[in-house]
């Protein structure tokens, strides 16, 4: 089951899809995509992951800023999430480390939260050296075939950036529609799609008008 939630800033979406996680799995691997550039961020991902401990669930947590498409394939080659404690640190491990020779058959995977996939892809366009929207066209269609494979349950946490003004800038713009098309091409994948509005979770997949 692969399960996309979406929604805007302070929407409830992460809180949401940690609990949506809970209800199916004993416990799951937490990857998170941000990066701590400034004090800010550094308060963010701290808060996040007080709130995850403190709800006394098992989190394995993994940090990945770029490479979410390769570490959910090593991932899907786990038979149980477990084996994540043979890699060099949890917290912020490194997905190339993991030895070919703890990959398993394909299914079945752990439980697997990723968090979330619009800081994940404004690392990939800002991380390009030339051309960032070949980039990130070409990393989402990665993203795209990862998610498709990924043998066990799955949930993944997005944002709706195109709903407020039209960004000031070119890379804002351009942000902006990367994002849409990567949601798109994620929530066709997936079999249940949540927007998240006020702390309220809406399936949208059961009221999709079909043409």
């Known amino acids: 089951m692969k399960a996309l939630v979406t929604g805007g800033a302070r929407s409830g979406k992460s809180g949401f899809a940690e609990r949506l996680c ?4 004993p416990r799951a691997c937490y990857i998170a995509t941000a ?3 400034d004090t ?3 308060e963010r991902i701290a808060l996040h992951r007080f709130q995850r401990e403190s709800a006394g669930y098992d989190w394995k947590t993994l940090e990945e800023a770029q490479a979410l498409p390769e570490l959910l ?3 899907g080659g786990l038979p149980d999430i477990a084996q994540i404690e043979a890699w060099p640190a949890a917290q912020g ?7 070919a020779s703890q990959v398993a058959q ?8 990723v968090d979330c996939l619009t800081l994940w892809l404004s690392n990939v366009l ?5 051309d960032g929207e070949a980039a990130s066209r070409a990393a989402i269609d990665e993203l795209a075939a990862a998610v498709a494979q990924y043998p066990g349950p ?3 946490v997005t944002n709706e950036v195109g709903d407020g003004i039209v960004p000031e800038y070119p890379l804002g713009r351009l942000y902006r529609d990367l994002s849409g098309i990567m949601n798109q091409r994620i929530a066709h994948l997936c079999d249940e799609v949540f927007l998240v509005t006020a702390g309220i979770p809406i399936e949208l997949k059961q009221l999709e008008h079909k043409l």
Do not use: F, G, W
Not at 22 to 25: D, H, K
Not at 93 to 99: E, F, I, N, Q, R
Not at 106 to 111: E, F, G, R
């Open 22 to 25: 809970m209800t199916r799995a």
């Open 35 to 37: 990066q701590a550039y």
């Open 40 to 42: 800010e961020m550094k």
């Open 73 to 75: 394939r090593r991932l």
């Open 93 to 99: 491990s490194d997905p190339a480390s993991l030895h």
């Open 106 to 113: 394909p299914s079945p995977a752990p439980m697997v939260l």
């Open 126 to 130: 800002l991380a390009a050296d030339e």
């Open 154 to 156: 799955l949930v993944i």
